[in-house]
Each structure stands twice: as C-alpha cells, then as structure tokens.
C-alpha cells in the first residue's frame, strides 16, 4: 500500500539533526497532560503541597543571608540582604531544578516510552513548562517581598529591564533543556552518571553569583568568569528588579549563544541515542 494512503506515516530518524517541529505542535495536548501529571506528582501525597515552592526558597534565602550575608559578608551594602538573595535563588532555582528533572525524564519514564510512539522530546518540554508554575508561585512570593521593602523606602530600585523577565526565563529554559538533555542521552548508557548530576549543579551554583556579589570577582577573572552562561541572567536579574551591580550586554550575548550550542548538540546527541534508547535504558 502507498504511503500516501495513510494520515500519519512513523519512520526511523536518519539525519542528525531532525526535529518536526509541526509533530511536536500537534502533540500540544499531550505535553499539557504530562506538565499536569508532573506538578501534581511532585506534591502528592505531602503535607504541605504546593506550600512547599515557597518554603524551599525561603528556607534557602534564610540560609544564604545568616551564612553568606551576615556572617561572611558576601551581599552588597546598602542593599536588603533577604531581597538579593531571594531574587537570586529563585532564579537559580528555577534553571538548577528544570536541569535534574530533565537529565532523569528518559530514565524515569521508560516503562511509558517502550509502549507508545510520541515525539520523545515531549517529556523534557514538559517537564520544562512544568517548572514555570513552581517558579510563579516563587516569582510572586518574591514581590511581596520587594514591595515591602518599596514600602518601607530600602534601597531597591526597580527598573524597566523588568521587561525583559520572560526573554530571561525562556534563556534559563532553553540552557536547562540543552543541558539535561546531553545528560539523559548519556546517562540511559551510563547510569552512575546520573549521581554526578546533583554533586554537579552544586558546584555549578558556587560558580554562579548566587552566594555572593559578582563584584567579589577580581576584575582579571572577570571575563573567564561570565564565560559561565547562568551568570549573565543571573546578574540581569538582579539589576532588573534590585538596581544591583549592571548588565553586562557582551557577556549576555555570548550566553546566548552557548545556550543555543548546548540545545543544538543535545538535539543532536538525542537523535543519535533514541535509535537506540529502549535497548539500553
């Protein structure tokens, strides 16, 4: 029988890079339901719920500002310890927690993908989106906070790059997604990989100025340092909502394109393990 008898036609990937974007629109619907299953798993079964996108945070930011701000001195003067590092933890946060979802999604979704066929880049997408409602509850427990301190007259000055807040999510989304990617392809071969991951992030986050003030950097390793692609978002994050530090457009610019290498290769690496993903997983 012809092919062009049938609506829909599953053939094997053959080129490196091949993603139908059309195929990946018309299963929309699916990745909503898995951006449901994913968000209401994560707090099944709590007691807490939902409560808990806001205690995470909140609990770190204590810590950051006991330790780092207070203690060590980390967090720039004039400017509300709790507001520069809530600002940034829910930034980090966000990427860091998009990152670990994504690297396990193949893994931890096998039993699904050997039984249907659907565009496999949908777990990670969804698992993506999934994220976002987590960080909007965080995202608005953080203006509260900046509203108070508007209030009460601290040194916080908001600025109109707060426009730009959605172009910087969707930069911590695409760099997370490339990332976790190359993870999960790599790690349906080598499992012990997958404990790596969270030592990983870690470090990555005393790479990041998360902890402390990127003016802490001597000024010789400050462009070696902004190589690290989280830092320029960071650091527009804060200067949007804070009026912390300035934005550093050149290394903002290099940070996009790093983050579009690493989501090119991980496409790339996936489309070159998915024919053989269910063999080895």
């Not at 967090?75 to 998009?98: K, Q, R």
């Not at 997370?176 to 986050?205: C, E, H, N, P």
């Not at 790339?268 to 080895?280: A, G, I, S």
């Amino acid at each position: 029988m012809e092919m062009n008898q049938f609506e829909n036609v599953i053939t094997p990937k053959r080129a490196w890079f091949d993603v139908n974007l059309k195929e990946l629109w018309r299963y929309r619907d699916l990745i909503l339901l898995f951006v449901r299953r994913t968000f209401v798993s994560q707090y099944k079964q709590t007691i807490l719920g939902p409560a808990w996108a806001i205690i995470q945070p909140l609990l770190t930011t204590v810590v950051l500002t006991v330790v780092f701000g207070n203690i060590a001195g980390l967090a720039p003067a004039g400017v509300p310890s709790f507001a520069f590092y809530l600002c940034g933890s829910i930034a980090w946060g966000y990427f860091s927690t998009c990152l670990t979802a994504t690297s396990t999604t193949f893994t931890a979704n096998a039993a699904i993908l050997g039984k249907v066929y659907f565009p496999r880049l949908v777990m990670p997408i969804s698992t993506v989106l999934s994220q976002l409602i987590s960080f909007a509850v965080q995202f608005c427990f953080f203006l509260l906070f900046l509203f108070y301190y508007l209030m009460t007259g601290a040194n916080v000055q908001p600025n109109l790059w707060i426009l730009i807040t959605p172009v910087l999510l969707v930069h911590l989304a695409l760099l997370s997604l490339g990332v976790g990617i190359i993870v999960s392809a790599v790690t349906t071969k080598y499992r012990d990989l997958a404990m790596v991951v969270s030592f990983g992030v870690q470090l990555w986050m005393y790479a990041t100025p998360v902890a402390y003030d990127i003016t802490l950097i001597p000024e010789r390793f400050l462009n070696l340092y902004m190589l690290n692609p989280v830092t320029p978002v960071v650091t527009m994050f804060r200067y949007a909502f804070l009026g912390v530090g300035e934005p550093h457009f050149a290394a903002y610019g290099i940070s996009w394109l790093v983050t579009l290498a690493v989501l090119l290769l991980g496409v790339l690496l996936f489309n070159r393990v998915e024919k053989t993903f269910m063999d080895t997983v």
